[in-house]
């Protein structure tokens, strides 16, 4: 028969596990959406995570992501335009290929371009941030789903 401290050491085994999960889900996931956002170009980028539990009501999750340089070629297709100079002539500017090695071109969230040889840090939290919250809601949905069926 378990007595309470079979109990809260099964508690405390369950938690961890749970904690451990979600971390190393999100590591994965943001992993995979940096391949996605960079492709076909690599990363010599590494994420890690260290976690903890402590008296069973509480949890820490660090996730990190140590910036690697971008490696390979992207190749943005320049449509055809007009521009207009200082002195106001018009010239017309054909469509062509414009090509970023070891570079790539990122649309952060307030509109900005930037051409970086890292992944900006502002979209490495995000790529972090998003991969969490999807590990969680999977956890929760797949308890959700094992209560149902109880």
Partial sequence: MLNQVDI????????????SN??????????????????????????????????LERARIRLRMNRGS?????????????????????????????EYK???????SGGQIVVEEYVPSSLARKLLTDGFYEALVDRAQFFQGSSQKV
């Fill in 8 to 19: 809260d050491k099964i508690k405390e085994w369950t938690i961890n596990a749970i904690i």
């Fill in 22 to 55: 979600v971390a190393s889900d999100s590591v994965r996931i943001a992993e995979k959406a940096e391949r996605e956002l960079l492709a076909p170009q690599t990363s010599s980028s590494s994420f890690s995570h260290f976690y903890s539990v402590q008296n």
């Fill in 70 to 98: 971008i490696m390979g070629v992207q190749t943005m297709a320049i449509p055809s335009s007009t521009r207009t100079s200082k002195t106001g002539k018009t010239y017309k500017v054909k469509a062509h290929n414009r």
């Fill in 102 to 108: 070891n570079k790539h071109l990122f649309r952060l």
